[in-house]
C-alpha cells in the first residue's frame, strides 16, 4: 500500500470520533442520537479528504501519517469546545477550514523548493519580530489576563505570536546552518564549560534578550519559554553541544528569576503557581487553577463521562473559567480521567516523534533543523499549557495545539504542518533515489 493511500485509510478514524463524539453530545443532552452527528463526521472527512488530495498531488512521498495524526487532534478539540459553546465550535470550525486552505496554499507555493525561506531569512526575522510587538501597538494592541498576546483589526482579532513563532524558528535554522561550524571549532573552556565563541556567541544573547523582552514588554511567560526552548533545541541539534544548551538554559533561568521579581504580572503568575490556595490570591487570580485541580481531580482514573463535568453552576456562574482555551485539557481530564488525557497526550507524542523522524531523514542541514526546530516548538507548546494546568509550570495563556479554540491558532499550526511534510516529502524522495 503506498503512502498517500495509507494516509487516506488513516483519515477514516477520525471522521468516526467526529461521529462518535457528537453522538454522545446529543445523547446527553437530549438523549437520542441525531442524523447530524453523521453529516458532522461527512463533512470531517470531506474537508480532510480535500487536503489529502493536494498532499496526493503535490508530495506524493511525504510521511502518511502525521496529517491523520493531526486530523484527530483537530475532531478533538471540535467536538470538545462544542460541548462546551455550540456558538464557539462553529467559529472554530471555520478557521479549521481557513487553516487547511493555508495548509494547502503553503504546499502549493513551496512544494518546488521551500529552502528558498533560506534566502529571505533576515526579512521573515524582522516580520516575526515585529509581530511579537504588535499586541504593545496603540489602537490595535488588546491585553488578555494582564498579558498583551492579541491584535484586533475591526472584527478580527489573533495572537501573532502563533505566526512569530514560525519566522523564529525559520531564521535559527538558516542562521545555524551557516555558523554552526564556527560556533563548534571557535568553542573554548571555561570554568569547566565548553562556550561559544563571543562573536558567533551574538544571536544566542539576542534570543535570550527576545525572550526577555517578551516577559517585560508583552507579559507572556508561556511563549518567552517556548520560543527559548525551541532555540535551544536548534542550537542542540547545529552543535551536538549539550554545554550550550546549559549555558542558554541558565540565562533564561537566571533572567526569568529576576523579572518575575520585578514585573508585577510575572511575578504574580508565580505566586499563584507556587500557592494557588493562598488567603491573598485564591479569591484573584488563584481561582482559575485552584479550579482547574478540582476538576482534574473528580476526572479520576476514567472520567465523570464524556458531556457530564460541570462547567456552569446553577445561577450561570462558570465552574472554571475559560474552559475552551487556557483549561481545555482540565475539561478533557474531567471528562474522560487520566486515561483519556494519556490518550489524547499520546497522539501528541506520536506527532512529535514523526516530526523529529523527518529531521532525522532530512538530507541537508537547512531542512534537518527546521523540522527539528518547528517539532521541538510544537513540543513544548503541549508542554507549557498542559504543565501549566497541571502545577508543572505557572499557568500561561498558550493554547494547546489544534484543540484549543482560537483562530490564530490553528491557522499557524496548520502552516507549521506544511512545512514539516515539505520537508517530509523532499527527504522521503531523497532516500528512495526519487530525481527531485
Request: aromatic share 12%; glycine share 10%; net charge neutral.
Amino acid at each position: 500500500m503506498t503512502a498517500r493511500n495509507r494516509e487516506l485509510f488513516a483519515l477514516v478514524p477520525a471522521s468516526l470520533l467526529v461521529s462518535a463524539g457528537f453522538a454522545a453530545i446529543f445523547i446527553e443532552r437530549a438523549g437520542q442520537i441525531e442524523d447530524v452527528s453523521l453529516t458532522y463526521g461527512a463533512v470531517f472527512l470531506g474537508l480532510c479528504f480535500a487536503a489529502h488530495l493536494v498532499l496526493r498531488v503535490a508530495l506524493p512521498h511525504a510521511d502518511p501519517y502525521l496529517f491523520p495524526l493531526v486530523a484527530v487532534l483537530a475532531c478533538f478539540g471540535l467536538v470538545i469546545i462544542y460541548r462546551i459553546d455550540e456558538e464557539l465550535a462553529r467559529v472554530q470550525a471555520q478557521w479549521f477550514v481557513v487553516g487547511l486552505a493555508l495548509f494547502a496554499t503553503t504546499i502549493v507555493l513551496l512544494r518546488e523548493d521551500f529552502r528558498v525561506l533560506e534566502r529571505y531569512r533576515y526579512t521573515i526575522a524582522a516580520a516575526g519580530l515585529l509581530l511579537l510587538l504588535a499586541p504593545r501597538i496603540p489602537g490595535i494592541g488588546q491585553q488578555v489576563n494582564g498579558a498583551y498576546l492579541s491584535v484586533g483589526v475591526g472584527p478580527i482579532s489573533f495572537q501573532p505570536a502563533e505566526f512569530s513563532k514560525l519566522a523564529i524558528v525559520i531564521f535559527l535554522a538558516a542562521y545555524l546552518r551557516d555558523h554552526r561550524e564556527l560556533l563548534v571549532q571557535g568553542a573554548r573552556r571555561f570554568l569547566g564549560v565548553t562556550i561559544p565563541p563571543l562573536k558567533q556567541f551574538g544571536p544566542l544573547l539576542v534570543v535570550w534578550g527576545l525572550a526577555m523582552l517578551m516577559l517585560v514588554f508583552i507579559r507572556d511567560l508561556g511563549s518567552s519559554l517556548m520560543f527559548f526552548g525551541g532555540f535551544l533545541a536548534i542550537l542542540y541539534v547545529a552543535t551536538n553541544r549539550l554545554s550550550f544548551v546549559l549555558v542558554g538554559l541558565t540565562a533564561f533561568i537566571v533572567g526569568a528569576y529576576f523579572f518575575a521579581g520585578t514585573v508585577g504580572h510575572v511575578q504574580d503568575r508565580v505566586d499563584v503557581w507556587l500557592d494557588p490556595f493562598a488567603p491573598e490570591v485564591v479569591n484573584d487570580s488563584g481561582y482559575q487553577i485552584a479550579q482547574s485541580m478540582f476538576a482534574q481531580a473528580d476526572g479520576g482514573l476514567f472520567g465523570a463521562g464524556f458531556g457530564q463535568a460541570l462547567l456552569v453552576t446553577p445561577d450561570g456562574g462558570a465552574v472554571l473559567p475559560a474552559p475552551h482555551t487556557d483549561l481545555i485539557y482540565a475539561v478533557v481530564v474531567n471528562e474522560l480521567g487520566l486515561v483519556g488525557a494519556c490518550g489524547l497526550l499520546l497522539v501528541y507524542l506520536l506527532a512529535v516523534e514523526r516530526g523529529f523522524r523527518i529531521a532525522m531523514l532530512a538530507p541537508d542541514s537547512f531542512s534537518k533543523l527546521l523540522a527539528a526546530g518547528l517539532t521541538a516548538v510544537l513540543a513544548l507548546q503541549v508542554f507549557v499549557i498542559v504543565g501549566g494546568v497541571t502545577r508543572v509550570i505557572p499557568l500561561t495563556g498558550v493554547t494547546l495545539p489544534f484543540v484549543s479554540y482560537g483562530g490564530s491558532s490553528i491557522v499557524a499550526n496548520f502552516v507549521l504542518l506544511a512545512l514539516l511534510l515539505l520537508v517530509s516529502d523532499r527527504a522521503r524522495r531523497v532516500a528512495q533515489g526519487v530525481r527531485l
